[in-house]
């Protein structure tokens, strides 16, 4: 690649991986193989083995055995940390070519992928920390016969399936966390977006990772995911991903050996905007939450619910910020707003966006895909005149169209902030803080922005209320999700007989 223009060149040819089993990479050799084309190019630029059902069975054994003879658990907590500080230095070093990959086969900006990359080195160096701190509880007050102990062990193999969005960042917001706790992983990335994760499995065995702790599975959702999901060997799994897999998910936990889950599913995340906000740094941080990322992200703030008295500014605010937004391409330093990750994708925001005009909504912005010559781009969106029983005020669409609500009193913003099966996550923009704290504590959602958004970081946790998933990853939450909890009782001289 040439990294003295500020636009980074394509590959001559795509780069070939192998997956990742027990501490090897395993060429494809008579597999069949996905290529991936950049979704900002439209040229082939990976190559990835389809993997078998036996495949997986393997890296299940692997991560078994790995866990079963406790090389890895049986470690104390300063030999796991500095395997994982290991990961976190060795993600630095190759930060630029791990930035690259991500770009070419999801369409994000590189400027973008980069700060994710950094973040996630972070993520290591954070959860090195809690290799060492995790520990339990002791009861000293259950009299002089007994002493009371609550231990934590990990839970065992970890399955993760994650999704294209966000392919590094959301595996580096599980990884370090679960082996902090012991737990040995089997990870099956989304189809279009693995590479990173097979780096990802390399940069651990380099970083000292035992053989078999780490395993990398590549392939569709609908063989492998479902596979890795029925596993009967698997103890966890944190899926990633949209509701309707979310509940094949439950089903096949229910099916098999009621694995323990996490969830991360969608959202439909408010905007709460009053006429006392910045509304400067309101407007920035709208256009922000809903083109990141071209809005694929499960913490876009989809829905802008403004005071009225202030709306009609507002949203040409925010129109204006949209409208200087460099949407191009991604390998373009310059670019903010990416490619469209998949086919699928961008047809369903399509489908999205004449549906939203078809319910009677007011095209404000957007609408349109963008010819950039080559890939798949859409124009950041706004509706205007949009009702809450609209599908786009409603359903998730997972792209960059914002949609309108106004509102009149605080309780009226908190309802219609309320009023979605999901709760991922929400921001309010104020200067008052009787209104901030109130709407904080009333609006159900697992992440909460206060005059800021998108806002994260390794320390606090992540995760959903109502169906936008069940529990939390990253933090000290995080590396607990992972492990379960032994209560154990020493009695402490001589026994009181049952028997005289
Ligand atoms: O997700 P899928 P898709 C939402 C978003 C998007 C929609 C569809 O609304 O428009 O989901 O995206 C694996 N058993 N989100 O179709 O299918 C799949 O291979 C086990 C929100 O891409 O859920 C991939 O690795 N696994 C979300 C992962 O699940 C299966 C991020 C996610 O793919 C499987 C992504 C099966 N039967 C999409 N079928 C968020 N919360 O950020 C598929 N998979």
Redesign the pocket.
């Given at each position: 690649m040439d990294t003295q223009s500020t636009r980074l060149s394509l590959p001559s040819e795509p780069r070939t991986f192998g997956f990742y089993v027990d501490g090897a990479e395993v060429p494809a050799g008579g597999r069949d193989v996905f290529e991936r084309n950049s979704p900002g190019h439209d040229v082939p630029v990976t190559r990835i083995p389809k993997c078998t059902p036996a495949d997986l069975d393997d890296a299940v054994d692997a991560a078994r055995r790995a866990f079963d003879d406790r090389r890895w658990s049986g470690l104390n907590g300063q030999a796991r940390a500095a395997v994982l500080l290991r990961a976190g230095a060795l993600i630095r070093e190759r930060a630029e070519e791990i930035a690259y990959w991500e770009t070419l086969e999801n369409g994000k900006p590189i400027s973008q992928a980069r700060g994710e990359v950094a973040g996630c080195a972070d993520m290591f160096d954070y959860a090195s920390g809690l290799a060492r701190s995790l520990h339990g509880d002791s009861f000293n007050n259950l009299g002089d016969g007994m002493f009371g102990l609550v231990t934590r062990e990990p839970v065992g193999v970890v399955g993760i399936?994650?999704?294209?969005?966000f392919p590094f960042l959301i595996l580096c917001e599980r990884v370090p966390y679960i082996l902090a706790s012991g737990c040995t992983i089997v990870v099956?990335?989304?189809?279009v977006t693995s590479a990173t994760t097979l780096i990802l499995a390399q940069i651990l065995t380099e970083a000292g990772l035992p053989a078999g702790c780490m395993n990398v599975v590549t392939g569709?959702?609908?063989t492998i995911?479902?596979a890795?999901?029925e596993h009967p060997r698997v103890d966890m799994l944190s899926f990633?991903?949209?509701t309707a897999?979310g509940r094949?998910?439950v089903e096949a936990a229910g099916k098999s050996n009621f694995k323990k889950l996490g969830l991360?599913?969608?959202g439909k995340n408010p905007q709460i905007v009053f006429a006392d906000a910045d509304l400067e740094d309101a407007a920035d941080g709208v256009a922000f939450g809903i083109a990141f990322n071209t809005g694929q992200c499960?913490v876009s703030g989809s829905r802008l619910i403004v005071e009225r008295s202030v709306a009609n500014e507002f949203a040409q605010m925010v129109q204006d910020k949209l409208a200087k937004a460099v949407v191009g391409d991604p390998l373009d330093e310059a670019t903010q707003v990416g490619a469209i990750t998949t086919d699928a994708?961008n047809r369903?925001i399509m489908d999205y966006i004449a549906k939203g005009q078809a319910e009677g909504a007011r095209l404000i912005c957007g609408g349109e895909a963008l010819d950039m010559g080559r890939g798949q781009y859409i124009a950041p969106t706004i509706f205007g005149d949009v009702t809450p029983d609209m599908a786009i005020a409603r359903e998730?669409i997972?792209g960059p169209v914002l949609t309108i609500l106004p509102f009149d009193t605080v309780d009226e913003a908190i309802s219609i902030a309320n009023d979605t099966e999901y709760g991922l996550a929400a921001s309010v923009w104020t200067k008052n803080i009787d209104k901030a704290l109130m709407v904080t504590r009333r609006v159900q959602a697992g992440r909460f922005w206060v005059n800021c958004t998108l806002a994260g970081g390794p320390e606090l946790p992540l995760g959903g209320f109502k169906q936008s998933g069940w529990g939390r990853e990253a933090g000290i939450y995080g590396v607990e999700e992972y492990t379960q909890v032994k209560s154990v009782h020493i009695e402490i001289g001589k026994r009181t007989p049952w028997i005289a």
């Open positions: 399936i994650t999704p294209w969005n099956k990335p989304s189809e569709s959702g609908s995911g479902q890795l999901i990633t991903g949209s897999v094949r998910v991360e599913l969608g499960c994708q369903t998730e997972f």
